[in-house]
């Protein structure tokens, strides 16, 4: 109740994949935070390539940059 962010996500089942379904999912939870006044935030692994373009689809881009080393 103290802060003014929300941190937004989603899972969709294999089946429904590839069909648009995230993209909805994240751009419905983006415009509910902002409509209320409050900062949608969201990430997704490294290695995620799938989700990366989803929320990219969504109107969300990472203003960070991560990097993996592996030894």
């Known amino acids: 109740p ?5 941190d937004i996500g989603m ?12 993209t909805y999912i994240i751009s419905y939870l983006k415009n509910y935070c902002i409509e209320r006044g409050w900062k949608p935030t ?16 969504a109107g969300i881009y990472s203003k960070h940059k991560l990097y993996e080393f592996e030894i």
């Open 2 to 6: 103290n802060f003014n962010w929300f």
């Open 11 to 22: 899972a969709v089942k294999p089946e429904f994949r590839k069909k648009g379904v995230g």
């Open 42 to 57: 969201c990430g997704c692994d490294i290695k995620n390539i799938a989700s990366k373009r989803t929320l990219e689809k």
